[in-house]
């Protein structure tokens, strides 16, 4: 069955520390990733994703993720965080080449930024 | 600007009612789909559609039905039958995938909060 998981529902970081947000995904054939943000009050933004390239994908605000096909992760980063990066994130994985669009999301991880 | 329009944000149902939720888009998107956000359990599908006058239930579509007669419409209705409704329903589209195009990024509209009273 086709399956995101992400494996911290909640962080706690000091601003300036580093980032890394799990996601491992369960998914038969080519599979399009990506990293979504909910800040607090706010809609589902998009922060990046992966379609076919270079593994290491850049986005928004600093973040960067790392597609290992072999480990089946997609890892979203961010060298040093701020308070304002405070907000709920969610990867997602979507299939490719089929009959479907259907994204599956991660049940999410909750970043708390103390400044 | 072009986008996905719910409605409404707010909405409050009595025990035994249906209620139905907006979603319109002037994207031009083929597919439309809907999920539930809940504490701790992340998005979750409901129900979505490639193409119009078609649809498929999602992970979670007991309790809910749709329809899609127009290619800019897709409106959820949460039936009496939905055990839970209370949550934040999300709407979104993005153009329809196939063997020759890679993925395309879904859209995302802002919510429509559900209270049960």
């Known amino acids: 069955a086709q399956s995101v998981s992400q494996h911290n529902h909640h962080v706690i970081l000091s601003e300036a520390a580093s980032l890394e947000l799990g996601c491992n995904y369960s998914?038969?054939?080519?599979?399009?990733l990506f990293w979504y943000v909910q800040y607090p009050g706010q809609h589902l933004q998009l922060l990046l994703k992966?379609?076919?390239?270079?593994?290491l994908v850049k986005g928004i605000k600093g973040f960067e993720a790392e597609f290992i096909k072999s480990k089946f992760s997609f890892n979203l980063r961010k060298p040093s965080v701020q308070w304002s990066d405070t907000a709920e994130y969610f990867c997602?994985?979507?299939?490719?080449?089929?009959?479907?669009?259907?994204?599956?999301f991660g049940t999410g991880t909750l970043l708390a930024v103390q400044p | 600007d072009g986008g996905i329009t719910q409605s409404p944000k707010y909405l409050f149902r009595k025990e035994g009612q249906n209620v139905t939720l907006s979603c319109e888009q002037n994207l031009n998107h083929d597919a439309m789909y809907w999920y539930r956000q809940d504490p701790g359990q992340g998005l979750r599908l409901i129900y979505y559609s490639q193409i119009v006058n078609d649809f498929q239930k999602g992970d979670i579509a007991e309790g809910y039905s749709v329809s899609r007669e127009k290619k800019e419409s897709f409106p959820l209705t949460v039936t009496s039958a939905q055990k839970n409704p209370t949550a934040f329903y999300l709407c979104?589209?993005?153009?329809?995938?196939?063997?020759?195009?890679?993925?395309?990024?879904?859209?995302f509209g802002e919510g429509s909060w559900l209270t049960v009273v």
């Open positions: 997602a994985a979507q299939g490719y080449g089929g009959a479907t669009n259907k994204l599956i």
């Open positions: 992966y379609f076919s390239g270079d593994p």
């Open positions: 998914y038969g054939g080519t599979v399009n």
């Open positions: 979104a589209s993005s153009r329809r995938t196939n063997y020759l195009s890679s993925g395309n990024t879904i859209y």
